[in-house]
């Protein structure tokens, strides 16, 4: 699938104020759709201080509905016949007809028929738009929850919610999966918050009106992904609800000490970093003056680490060569067991064959190992 994407970016004025810049942007993307191109515009949303505005605003009608009817009008396009059933905003009313382009509805989302049941945003030009949150009702309970805490508030309130998702070692590798039990916590001028996110990765607060700072990253393991709006402190007015969401890599990491025969630090030796299950490209990575080496966003898995594993053959790095824990072949070498997230830090060992020395070698980092 081709995607062609242009942003455009603009400064604006929202309802709910920000200490950091907000962006509205477009997004022209092309997608195929029963093997045509199209051409989808993605707009209108606003992002504030790496969150989104959520709730009821910028939407004419929200509101939970089956859907009555679903007629193909245009090679995209469906006209709906909708049945109202738990109304967030708009007028209540005993049908609703809306227009949706199916080829540009979220990517995933199932297409709309007849008998579904749904929570539908509609825009003031009664289109379904596919920026908007629209969803069927199985998968939206967290969503439908949101709307009626924001029903519900009174006084000087507001709610930050949002989901935490997990992906594999690069996007376009492994599905996310929910992160559940994860701890987010809220700083703010008047005080920190903690919540822990629900089976669906979901968290939600309930907050004075303040400025915030959020974070899913508190714990070894797990890394947030780099986004496009960088994070920083927000402020949400009253009665207004912002959503925050977190992509989090796994952080596995492989850490130690090398010392050398006379028990000094193995100043700046390459250490290589070998995944046997599954198989991953092999690296080499430098200790630094103390004999220290560490390597993060490594994935679940096998690994076998030493000194000269990777030095070119018959060369004396690699006659030399030691395993960890400090044994001369691989039959003798340790696996390292590592676990999703899991920190190792302990694979100290020692090369019995060579003495500490004043050699240095260029540092690479850990993160972005050659």
């Not at 227009?99 to 540009?104: G, P």
């Not at 001028?189 to 309930?206: I, R």
């Not at 989090?248 to 390459?270: I, M, Q």
């Not at 200790?287 to 000194?307: S, T």
């Amino acid at each position: 699938m081709l995607l062609l994407r242009k942003w455009r970016l603009h400064v604006f004025v929202l309802a709910v104020a920000c200490f950091v810049p907000c962006l509205s942007a477009e997004i022209r993307e092309t997608r195929v759709h029963l093997g045509k191109k199209f051409q989808c515009v993605h707009g209108g949303f606003s992002m504030i201080g790496g969150g989104q505005v959520c709730g009821t605003q910028g939407y004419a009608r929200v509101f939970t509905g089956s859907v009555k009817s679903a007629i193909e009008i245009s090679d995209t396009d469906k006209q709906l016949t909708l049945i109202p059933d738990e109304i967030f905003s708009g007028d209540r009313a005993s049908e609703v007809t809306a227009t949706v382009d199916q080829a540009c509805m979220p990517q995933g989302q199932p297409e709309i028929q007849a008998g579904q049941k749904w929570l539908f945003y509609l825009g003031e030009d009664g289109d379904l738009p596919f920026d908007s949150p629209s969803k069927p009702l199985s998968e939206a309970q967290d969503d439908i929850a949101v709307l009626r805490h924001l029903a519900r508030l009174t006084g000087h309130q507001a709610i930050i919610t949002g989901n935490v998702q997990r992906i594999g070692e690069t996007k376009d590798k492994l599905n996310p999966v929910a992160v559940t039990n994860r701890k987010i916590v809220v700083k703010g001028v008047l005080g920190e918050y903690v919540a822990l996110t629900n089976y669906n990765g979901h968290f939600e607060f309930e907050l004075p009106p303040d400025a915030y700072e959020v974070t899913a990253n508190t714990e070894p393991g797990l890394r947030e992904a780099e986004s496009i709006m960088p994070r920083g402190s927000t402020y949400i007015a009253n009665g207004a609800c912002l959503n925050i969401n977190f992509t989090l890599l796994t952080d596995g990491r492989l850490a130690g000490r090398v010392t050398a025969k006379d028990g000094k630090p193995a100043r700046f030796v390459k250490v290589a970093i070998i995944p046997i299950s599954p198989v991953h490209p092999q690296f080499t990575v430098d200790a630094d003056e103390y004999g220290h080496f560490e390597v993060g966003g490594r994935q679940p898995g096998q690994y076998i680490i030493g000194v000269g594993l990777l030095a070119p053959f018959d060369s004396a790095e690699w006659k030399s060569r030691v395993y960890y824990p400090g044994v001369p072949n691989q039959r003798q070498a340790k696996i390292i067991e590592l676990g999703h997230g899991e920190w190792r830090t302990d694979l100290n060992f020692k090369l019995p064959s060579i003495s500490s020395g004043p050699r240095r070698a260029k540092l690479a980092s850990p993160e972005d190992p050659k």
